[in-house]
């Protein structure tokens, strides 16, 4: 786990931010989220890491990724993970993360343009889940397509602040809930916003 970490820590200091933006590149350094078009953003690079570190990825998961907006993060999933099934509602960024993640060299993620609420049932069930963007609660769909022992990061709240959760799902299905941080999303579009 410890070694797992600094390989992601390590990966994560060499991506090159800017390559996922198309405006503001000049901010790219900063530890911040900056706009990419849409009303959506690409988040700050430190919540970036610590959501991915507190995922705990793993050689042999499947991640589901709610959000694909610039694909930044999805490249952290990507890169330590079997495969990454990421969700954009808007097209231009969905056709752009592609076109980016593919120029990188990734062959392991599925695209879906969707609002993603709902996830991706087809290829259920997923060992991980990543939401970047905040629900008002968190979505049936998502617990439902969680594998046992799976766990999942989502932002819960109000528009201007929720709740950073770790759940994760224990062998009887329980559901197990652990506060990361308080943080500030764009909402998720669909049937839980």
């Not at 999933?77 to 076109?99: C, G, M, N, P, Q």
């Not at 969680?146 to 602040?161: D, E, F, H, N, Y």
């Amino acid at each position: 786990m410890a070694n797992q970490n600094e390989d992601i820590i390590s990966y994560f200091q060499k991506l090159d931010r800017g390559f996922f933006m198309d405006e503001l590149k000049e901010f790219a350094y900063m530890d911040e989220a900056i706009p990419i078009g849409h009303e959506q953003t690409i988040s700050q690079p430190s919540l970036v890491l610590e959501m991915t570190v507190a995922i705990d990825l793993q050689p042999d998961v499947k991640v589901l990724e709610i959000g694909t907006g610039s694909g930044y993060q999805t490249a952290l999933l990507a890169a330590f993970s079997d495969a990454v099934y990421t969700i954009e509602r808007i097209a231009a960024l969905h056709e752009r993360a592609k076109e980016r993640l593919k120029k990188a060299g990734f062959s392991n993620i599925h695209f879906m343009l969707d609002d993603g609420s709902t996830g991706w049932e087809e290829h259920a069930p997923y060992d991980r889940i990543m939401v970047t963007a905040a629900a008002a609660q968190v979505p049936r769909g998502l617990m439902d397509q969680l594998a046992i022992r799976g766990k999942m990061i989502i932002p819960v709240g109000t528009s201007l602040l929720q709740e950073l959760l770790l759940l994760e799902k224990d062998e009887d299905g329980e559901i197990h809930k652990t506060v990361l941080e308080e943080v500030r999303f764009v909402p998720l579009k669909g049937k839980y916003e």
